[in-house]
């Protein structure tokens, strides 16, 4: 498996070594700035302050499964996050990009209890990379599946709640885009950009991140600790971290020079180093795996000179399965943002900046 994912990423190093190459042979035919976008398809408002309030709804749950006993999902434990309501505000300016989640409406009840949620983004865009860096972090769940084994279940009966199980996670995503001439991918997801025609291009896709999931209590409700063995029983604690590499394809359909529609998908492999961490004797289990990675997204939106509205959506699962367990966890968000680009004049340590060659080769 080692020798495949070491194929895997010299193809796609090859890829973009060779993207690199043909762009310089296409751009030097028609201008000498080989960072230099058509105009004609893409708009960079890069004097512009963009300020923009977005509001989401997200879906964020976790399913752990044993595959010890046949039960018909009896313990099968879904933990969902109850704070599906966010609101937010981000910064653009140039290459430069800044998101935070400000407000969290909790959506819970006493029968469910409530989520805390915090949302952090920094990303930078330039004219072939955008560079997405996020921060998440969830405290207190509850099992969706209780009424599976607790009976009666009622209208009154209280889900299981574990309020101390907290995520955190830090993710980096690096999207090179092939036909970048042309094409924008912040044109659809960020706002200094616009793209004027209809256009596509093919991606490659790099991913790193840091996931941290842990509890005061095992993962595992009490109730259904005897179907998971006495070491995954108790499972409080586990750190991944991954990377991986791939390949995808995106397009932007204008109409009307301002109203567009994106479709993003890339899938690749992903090397993962697990820890898991029991209660049992301070037992720690430890070793790489191999996965699959993927991404799908969409938008559509109005963007003109000044102002733009946008609707989006993410889609994004991690798979963490072993030979004792079924764990997965799946993150959908629809986002809704509008904004205005202002007329900005950035301080005079920004201007030097850029004027650096290494501001002008971004």
Do not use: C
Request: without cysteine.
């Amino acid at each position: 498996m080692k020798k495949i994912v070491s194929l895997f990423l010299f193809i796609f190093s090859f890829l973009f070594l060779f993207s690199q190459k043909s762009t310089s042979v296409s751009a030097s035919a028609t201008s000498s700035d080989t960072n230099k976008t058509d105009t004609n398809y893409v708009k960079f408002y890069k004097n512009k302050l963009v300020i923009a309030l977005w509001q989401s709804e997200r879906n964020f749950d976790i399913t752990i499964a044993q595959k010890n006993f046949p039960d018909s999902g009896k313990s099968t434990v879904n933990y969902i996050a109850n704070s599906n309501h966010v609101s937010g505000i981000s910064l653009d300016y140039d290459i430069l990009s800044l998101a935070f989640g400000y407000k969290s409406i909790p959506s819970g009840d006493k029968r469910t209890g409530n989520t805390n949620y915090l949302d952090l983004g920094a990303n930078i865009n330039t004219s072939g990379f955008r560079f997405e860096n996020s921060y998440r972090r969830y405290t207190g769940f509850y099992d969706k599946n209780t009424p599976k084994y607790v009976q009666p279940f009622t209208d009154t009966t209280f889900y299981f709640q574990n309020p101390s199980l907290t995520i955190h996670q830090i993710k980096s995503k690096l999207i090179y885009t092939i036909s970048h001439k042309r094409f924008s991918l912040s044109g659809a997801y960020a706002n200094v950009k616009r793209q004027i025609k209809s256009a596509g291009s093919i991606l490659l896709v790099y991913n790193f991140y840091g996931l941290s999931m842990r509890s005061d209590s095992s993962f595992i409700p009490p109730l259904l600790q005897k179907y998971y063995g006495p070491v995954w029983d108790g499972l409080h604690r586990m750190n991944i971290y991954a990377y991986s590499a791939g390949a995808g394809i995106t397009r932007t359909f204008v109409f009307f020079k301002r109203f567009y529609l994106n479709f993003f998908a890339s899938l690749g492999l992903e090397r993962q180093y697990r820890h898991f961490y029991f209660y049992s004797e301070n037992y720690h289990y430890s070793y790489w795996k191999t996965w699959f990675a993927g991404d799908w997204r969409t938008a559509f939106g109005y963007n003109g000179k000044r102002f733009f509205i946008r609707i989006s959506s993410i889609y994004d699962l991690n798979n963490y399965e072993s030979n004792a367990l079924r764990f997965e966890m799946k993150f959908i968000m629809g986002s809704f943002d509008f904004g205005y680009r202002f007329n900005f004049k950035p301080p005079k340590p920004y201007r030097k900046f850029q004027e650096t060659k290494f501001h002008k080769m971004l």
